[in-house]
């Protein structure tokens, strides 16, 4: 008997074990054969595809602010800044914004004091 043999033996493995794993080894190794032949369907992404420029924006109005979730429905990414607005309507656009942003599959990430990235989470 071999070293491996003894040592297989002594765990409590079967040489009868290791026969069975080689003939189901063997059938695995059709399966594969067989997977080679399989076609993929058609990939959703193109690796070559460009990212577009993020548009940055300073709205001013909340017509405007509207105009923005509009781009971004679009497919737009847009930079926000609300350095224009005071904090209570500051509020109130954000409070917009994220539902909005949350709504189309996206997010709102602040990214200074004043300014927000409008981004899609499809990335």
Do not use: C, H, W
């Amino acid at each position: 008997m071999k070293f491996f043999d003894k040592l297989f033996k002594a765990i409590g493995f079967d040489e009868r074990e290791f026969e069975q794993e080689e003939e189901n080894l063997g059938e695995g190794k059709n399966l594969k054969k067989k997977r080679e032949n399989v076609v993929l369907p058609n990939a959703k992404f193109n690796l070559k595809e460009k990212r577009r420029e993020l548009l940055a924006k300073s709205p001013q109005t909340q017509e405007e602010i509207e105009d923005l979730v509009l781009l971004f429905k679009e497919g737009e990414e847009l930079s926000i800044n609300l350095e224009k607005f005071n904090e209570e309507d500051k509020t109130r656009v954000l409070d917009f914004l994220f539902g909005a942003v949350f709504a189309l599959g996206g997010s709102l990430k602040k990214t200074g004091e004043n300014s927000y990235l409008m981004v899609s989470d499809e990335d």
